[in-house]
């Protein structure tokens, strides 16, 4: 079954203790990214991967970091966690073919809060 | 920088139709796309249009794109309680990896 995973699906933390969510998709997508979602605001991206070691900044980057060693996970760390940062996350993998056409499979998203 | 615009809520009858609206300011948005987000999920990608497309079907989702107005729409046929969720409508150039979303549309449906 083709999906996106999401570890952990939800976390409390406190001001600057660093952490790591993870995201894993099993179709061999090259591209995957990273979206918040906040009340009353649509997604957001944070940050995106082409593909293996090529990542670039979305529209809020800040306080944000990323790796793609496998092209499997594609992680999302936050250093140093501010309480800006309590938000629901979602990982997204996609795949597009010759022709313009596009599959995109979203992970079920990870809630944080940091107090 | 690019908008994205949506109403908030919609509400209609089991069995008519819905249409979902949103306007777009950036003429350069190649790809516009339509999700869906139920209850303490994801976003699942319903479908999307080329901007060198006027309208697209499959099965009850019809999407219909006016360039000029800068307009897209979704329209649910037969509308099922299934159907209840928030729809999202989100914009891309061609050459840009990032999307901009709308802030989404609560539909309910009642009996």
């Known amino acids: 079954e083709a999906q996106v995973t999401q570890n952990p699906r939800y976390l409390i933390t406190v001001t600057g203790k660093k952490l790591t969510v993870t995201c894993s998709q099993n179709?061999?997508?090259?591209?995957m990214s990273w979206y918040r979602q906040d009340p009353g605001l649509g997604l957001r991206q944070i940050y995106y991967s082409m593909n293996v070691e090529v990542t670039d900044k979305g529209d809020v980057p800040e306080g944000y970091k990323v790796s793609r060693k496998e092209k499997r996970n594609f992680p999302l760390i936050l250093e140093s966690p501010s309480p800006n940062q309590t938000s629901l996350y979602f990982c997204a993998s996609s795949l597009r073919g010759t022709g313009g056409q596009e599959t995109q499979y979203f992970g079920p998203g990870t809630r944080l809060l940091v107090l | 920088g690019e908008d994205v615009e949506q109403s908030l809520f919609l509400s209609v009858r089991e069995g008519d139709s819905s249409v979902i609206n949103c306007t777009y300011t950036d003429s350069s948005s190649t790809y516009l796309y339509w999700y869906k987000q139920e209850p303490g999920a994801g976003l699942q990608l319903l479908t999307y249009i080329f901007s060198n497309m006027d309208m697209k079907q499959d099965q009850r989702l019809t999407v219909l794109l006016n360039k000029k107005d800068k307009h897209l729409s979704l329209r649910i046929a037969d509308t099922q309680t299934g159907d209840s969720a928030i729809y999202f409508c989100?914009?891309?150039?061609?050459?840009?990896?990032?999307?901009?979303f709308g802030r989404g549309t609560s539909l309910i449906v009642h009996p």
């Open positions: 989100a914009e891309r150039e061609g050459g840009s990896y990032i999307p901009t």
């Open positions: 179709m061999n997508h090259e591209y």
